[in-house]
Nanobody
Framework: QVYLVESGGGLVQAGGSLGLSCAAS????????MGWYRQAPGKQRELVAE???????TYGDSVKGRVTISVDKVEKTGYLQVNGLNPEDTAVYYC???????????????WGQGTQVTVSS
């Protein structure tokens, strides 16, 4: 079994910052990419930021310049910092990782349970 456990989130005032973390646990052979997506009510899930296994980073257009992402490969934990929050950042934030389980040679997509981020104006 492989799990992604998220922490952070909550209620933040506009202009503030927020940190999220995501820890992968279980029988993991290899960590590939790791990052975050978010989904606001009535909208499609969108990319926030993601880091590949070789350190290439992709940012969503709506958060570029306001987001920092890092991944500790040894601890298999990712960290996301979002600055300059505004009410449009209100969404459920989901951790995503591509992981190869110990019992398989095939990388698979895994998702965290999601954490609510609410930005008040």
């Amino acid at each position: 079994q492989v799990y992604l456990v998220e922490s952070g989130g909550g209620l933040v005032q506009a202009g503030g910052s927020l940190g999220l973390s995501c820890a992968a646990s279980g029988s993991i052979f290899r960590l590939g990419s790791m990052g975050w997506y978010r989904q606001a009510p009535g909208k499609q899930r969108e990319l926030v930021a993601e880091v590949t296994s070789i350190g290439e980073t992709t940012y969503g257009d709506s958060v570029k310049g306001r987001v920092t992402i890092s991944v500790d490969k040894v601890e298999k934990t990712g960290y996301l910092q979002v600055n300059g929050l505004n009410p449009e950042d209100t969404a459920v934030y989901y951790c995503h990782a591509v992981l190869t389980p110990m019992d398989s040679e095939i990388p698979r997509n895994y998702w965290g349970q999601g954490t609510q981020v609410t930005v008040s104006s």
